[in-house]
């Protein structure tokens, strides 16, 4: 199998060429080493980071954001939205701090992404 | 009286802050209009943000904290709600900065140095003028960013998104995870104004459509938008007669540019490149004003904020040699845009104030391979920039050695897009 993709690693966006199957894949045309994993992931398994909001109570704004501490499985992006929709917390809230304990039983956390203190 | 007040608290203005208490000025003050510190990257809560400069991928929001975090630690004065009306230079050099809060109510601030980090504000619907009515359901893409993302109102269910630049693309992922169908994003040119990253996570990853060379004729909908029309352009970006659809939607955002809010650095006297429509600066970002420095967004607009940090790292940089009395002040060199080429920021330079080299940053006209940006003085080609390909919606960094600039006394660096030679 072969296909072309940009990898979205980082801003540079490069042109990837993937070929192979099974175990065995070679990616051309990556710049670093981010390339290679993405265009294997994107073939086998493709995953992305999922930032969003969750609602919060106590804080100066109504919605926290938060993301998901890994890249979880593309196909379950839809299912965590709805989980995180369930979620409220409670205002103060550090970055860093866990929300929500294996979102859709990836076993990958979601966690706030700003500090909120409570007012 | 300040050292240095710095008008702006988002990641321009902290990081101009904290380089200028790190050479070791004191007296600094910020001044932010919004609650909190940290400017438009409280609303950005998608990632991709500080690759370059902490090697990461960060959220808007923790970009921000950490460089909240770092001027805090070295202990910033800085005021929230406050709103800078004026600027004005007195005939002693110093600067007054009229601001305005609950709090203090009207205040005249004196300073030695202003560094000018206001950022840029979106165009509007009036601004592109679309035919039609002025519906409910018209938004800029950042405003629907900002309601969505921290007031937690969903701005509308059937969406149309007219722009293809960045805070599009990422409003039609957002819109659409938050349960709304994107029907399609219309762009104006043969080309997407985004990162190709942000196409395909934020469109092709949900089979949104991307309509190049397509625009939006007129807005149906008296009280709340009803439908589009979506037309065809031809290469003049003239609408073609017969290729109109009328898309049904009930909110149409907008993604069609940004502008440098620079009402108070004109107001001052501050002199504007049209090209950009942002302060002409140095390579210490001081503007024509001497002790007036600008940076980020508010001088041209830039695609990622690890290049807004830099840039006003050297604004924080410039106003602290300023304050001190060891800036040098004689321009050497000033920038040009030649074919192919939209604008070059500095737009002047001074080599004695460079530590080893100058970082031009520059816009091309249109997409380009096979080419290459070449930087001339007179007839003298002094430096080549190479890429696999050239595009106007990713901001060019040409850095020029100042060994290379020492060669000549001074002069006017052209910048020029020309064919790869063979």
């Known amino acids: 199998m072969k296909k072309e993709m940009v990898c979205i690693s980082c801003p540079m966006g490069c042109h990837l060429t993937v070929e192979g199957e099974g175990d065995n894949w070679t990616v051309t045309g990556n710049s670093c080493k981010n390339g290679e994993r993405y265009g294997i992931q994107e073939m086998t398994d493709p995953r992305r980071i999922l930032p969003t909001t969750v609602v919060i109570k106590g804080a100066m704004i109504s919605r926290l954001p938060v993301k998901t501490a890994q890249e979880i499985p593309k196909g379950k992006l839809f299912d965590a939205m709805d989980e995180l929709s369930k979620v409220v917390v409670e205002a103060p809230v550090k970055v860093g701090d866990v929300v929500l304990k294996n979102v859709c039983d990836t076993g990958i956390d979601v966690i706030a992404t700003k500090t909120m203190p409570a007012v | ?422």
């Open chain 2, 1 to 422: 009286m300040y050292d240095i007040i710095v008008i702006g608290g988002g990641p321009a203005g902290l990081a101009a802050a904290v380089e200028a208490k790190k050479e070791g000025v004191d007296n600094i003050l910020i001044l932010e209009r919004d609650r909190e510190l940290g400017g438009i990257l409280n609303q950005c809560i998608h990632n991709g943000f500080g690759l370059h400069t902490f090697k990461e991928q960060l959220t808007g929001p923790e970009y921000a904290g950490r460089y909240i975090d770092m001027a805090m630690d070295l202990k910033i004065p800085y005021k929230l709600n406050t709103m800078v009306l004026d600027m004005e230079r007195k005939d002693d050099d110093t600067k007054v900065v009229h601001a305005i809060n609950e709090e203090d109510g009207y205040m005249a601030l004196e300073a030695k140095a202003v560094i000018l980090t206001m950022g840029c504000r979106e165009r509007t619907a009036g601004a592109i003028g679309i035919p039609g009515f002025r519906p409910a359901g018209v938004f800029t893409a950042g405003t629907a960013q900002r309601f969505i993302n921290m007031e937690g109102y969903m701005t509308g269910k059937e969406v149309v998104i007219l722009g293809s630049g960045d805070i599009g693309l990422i409003m039609a992922r957002r819109m659409t995870l938050e349960g709304a169908h994107v029907k399609c994003v219309c762009e104006i040119m043969p080309y997407s104004n985004g990162l190709t990253r942000n196409i395909v996570q934020c469109l092709d990853d949900f089979n949104i459509p991307l309509k190049l060379s397509h625009t939006i004729t007129f807005i149906h909908g008296k009280d709340r938008v009803e439908a589009v029309d979506v037309t065809q352009v031809d290469e003049n970006l003239k609408p073609i007669p017969g290729t109109t659809e009328t898309i049904p939607c009930d909110t149409l955002l907008l993604s069609v540019g940004l502008i440098p809010e620079n009402e108070i650095s004109r107001g001052a006297g501050v002199e504007i490149d049209r090209r950009t429509q942002g302060p002409s600066i140095s390579e210490l970002c001081e503007t024509n004003l001497p002790g007036v420095f600008a940076a980020g967004n508010v001088v041209h607009v830039h695609d990622l904020v690890d290049f807004v940090s830099q840039e006003a790292a050297l604004a924080g940089k410039g106003a602290a040699r300023y304050v001190k009395g060891h800036l040098e002040e004689d321009i050497n060199f000033t920038t040009v845009n030649g074919d192919g080429i939209g604008n070059v920021v500095p737009e002047k330079i001074t080599v004695a104030n460079l530590d080893d080299s100058v970082n031009c940053y520059m816009r091309v006209r249109k997409v380009s391979t096979d080419t290459v940006i070449n930087c001339y003085i007179g007839d003298e080609k002094i430096a080549t920039k190479k890429a696999r390909k050239f595009v106007p919606a990713e901001m060019v960094n040409f850095k020029i050695k100042k060994s290379d600039l020492e060669k000549y006394h001074d002069g006017e660096l052209k910048f020029v897009v020309e064919p790869k030679e063979a």
